[in-house]
């Protein structure tokens, strides 16, 4: 019986499920993808091979290994991208619930059936369907539940737009003893630079009482001073625009004083040694052409 625990995003971690690159298929036509990255490499031809991505995911495994995490991956569904597990289902406390993804990537969840059966069913939930709801959104800090979400009333118009008040509203219901505070996040379908995908991906706390933020993701000044005021000014590393972009809050923590990162993040890798943290950097930048990078290609299940 797999015992999932997870009450932060940094203590040691044991168990995860890691995504596949492999079986990818082809390059997505222009009307199916789902973020605004991603269209521009269609467009500019760029889009990353699979070859590539495989590699890159394998030296993240390797990195696994090193530390012996226990990696569980998804099933291979072919021609399905299947490399952000994070979204699809996510961990709080002992609980595992499966995610109301994007219709587009609802089967997903199929491929890790297998690693579900081996859990209490008791503790198996799927919320409702007026919920929506990405693994990516959530985050847990103690006492906290962090949740991403977007309060616009155009909401149904962004594809880019994942979780709604339903799902930060039933997260509520479901934690009636945690602190669940929501982040209305910055949206754009057709602006990389200018959307804030999932709550991960301008922000991540790391360490013990550290964390990457990008200002200017908040479509609320009061959010970000919401998480200046519980980490402090100077225990949060800002992000710009381009690191955004380049996904530098979405790096990965194996623990408190142990972090997978993107080799090119320079400027962030030394912020993170300078506070005795080790940094295990691995090549990533194709995988973030998806508008995807570390943290959203693992689902951790067990952290001590
Ligand atoms: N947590 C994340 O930010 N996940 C990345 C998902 C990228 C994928 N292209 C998507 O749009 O769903």
């Known amino acids: 019986m797999l015992k999932l625990h997870v009450t932060d995003e940094t203590s040691h ?24 990255k991603s269209i521009e490499h269609i467009k500019a031809g760029t889009y990353p091979k699979e070859s590539d991505m495989i590699k890159e995911m394998e030296a993240f495994n390797a990195v696994f290994e090193k530390y012996n995490v226990k990696v569980h991956r998804p099933e291979i569904l072919k021609d399905c991208n299947q490399i952000f597990s994070r979204d699809i289902a996510f961990v709080i406390d002992d609980y595992f619930f499966k995610s109301n993804i994007l219709p587009d990537r609802e089967k997903e969840l199929d491929a890790i059936q297998y690693i579900i059966d081996q859990m209490d069913p008791s503790k198996v939930i799927r919320p409702p369907g007026e919920v929506h709801i990405e693994g990516g959104d959530i985050m847990l800090w103690g006492e906290h539940i962090f949740i991403g979400t977007y309060k616009g009333a155009d909401y149904p118009d962004y594809i880019t737009a994942r979780t709604n008040m339903q799902g930060v509203n039933y997260i509520k219901e479901m934690f009636p003893g945690k602190i669940v505070k929501e982040f209305d996040l ?8 200018d959307n804030a995908l999932h709550l991960d991906c301008c922000f991540q706390p790391v360490g ?9 993701g908040f479509r609320d000044l009061k959010d970000y001073s919401y998480l200046v005021n ?20 979405n790096i990965f923590s194996i623990a408190p004083d142990v972090v997978v990162s993107e080799k090119n993040f320079t400027r962030l890798n030394q912020w993170l040694r300078s506070n005795g943290i080790t940094v295990e950097e691995i090549p990533y930048a194709e995988i973030a052409k998806q508008e995807g990078l570390l943290r959203c290609s693992t689902m951790p299940l067990i952290r001590q």
Do not use: C, R, W
Not at 208 to 216: C, N, R
């Open 13 to 36: 971690l044991k168990e995860v499920i890691l995504g596949i690159a492999k079986d990818n298929g082809p390059v997505p036509a222009l009307e199916d993808a789902y973020d605004p």
């Open 186 to 193: 910055q949206k754009s379908n057709t602006i990389a630079k």
């Open 208 to 216: 013990k009482d550290k964390a990457i933020i990008h200002k200017e």
């Open 230 to 249: 519980i980490f402090g000014k100077e225990n949060l590393f800002h992000i710009d625009k381009d690191e955004m972009y380049h996904m530098n809050s």
